[in-house]
């Protein structure tokens, strides 16, 4: 059985300061080190999907977006974490400029991603898992019909529907996936 640990970035793999570009503004998530970590020996895939708004909004370019997941890439290494994929949506429907003004099924809650990576890597969609920070990472993971959504708290005031848990921490996450396998 193949499965993913599907990771947003913003404000699950580093701190969320919006629209973050630049190297010296990364800070990893207390607890993202272990969590990748623990699900590797459990057999899980290593993904980061994300929606990246600020290429679409011309804050930054997608080189810069590829350099920074180089740089980040390479931290995360030094604790021996290998990211298996990291795709990102630089799509907004409303705020995109120019070619990028436009929606796409990649856009979360869109499964696009989710999709790619059961297909890249041959994962089972029904036996992964997805940690985010948004409404819209849950709604992504219940419509590609994952075995489990969580949200961190904190970021959406009002929660979210669909089926998920609720955690403050990743040391959550990564106990829960101890105990379920």
Sequence with gaps: MKRALFLDRDGVVNEEVGYLHRADEVRFVNGIFSLCRAA???GYR???????AGIARGYYSEADFQALMMFMRGK?????IELDAVYFCPFHPEHGVGEYKREH?????????LRRGAVQFG???????????????????????????FLISGTEAHGCDGEHLKVKSLAEVERWLVTHG
Excluded: F, H, Y
Aim: aromatic share 0%.
């Design 76 to 80: 995360l290494r030094e604790e021996g």
């Design 40 to 42: 590797v020996a459990l």
């Design 46 to 52: 290593l993904i980061v999907v994300t929606n990246q």
């Design 105 to 113: 099924e990649d856009r979360k809650p869109g499964t696009g991603m």
């Design 123 to 149: 994962v089972e969609l029904s036996e992964s898992v997805m940690v985010g920070d948004r409404c819209s990472d849950v709604a992504a993971a219940n419509a590609a019909g994952l075995r489990q959504a």
